[in-house]
């Protein structure tokens, strides 16, 4: 964390690098980086529906499983 505080503070004024840090630290037991095929497949029939795609792209085009192993289970 002290590294996302340290970006953060050169990049915005004090108070809202705080708050930004602050905001992390709250969130991050609740992050999850894990996608299911299930979840994009919902994501990109909305897409088709409001007319932002025309076809569903694949899983791995999506979500870069690749780094799976590192995902929470």
């Given amino acids: 964390m002290s590294l996302a505080a340290n970006v953060g503070r050169k990049l915005f004024p004090p ?3 705080e708050l930004i840090t602050g905001l992390v ?3 991050l037991p609740f992050y999850d980086a894990s996608l299911s095929r299930h979840s994009i497949a919902s994501l990109n029939r909305f897409a088709r ?3 932002l795609l025309d076809c569903d792209p694949p899983y791995e085009d999506v979500v870069a499983a690749e780094f799976q192993h590192l995902w929470a289970s």
């Fill in 15 to 17: 108070l809202e690098a």
């Fill in 25 to 27: 630290a709250r969130d």
């Fill in 49 to 51: 529906d409001v007319g």
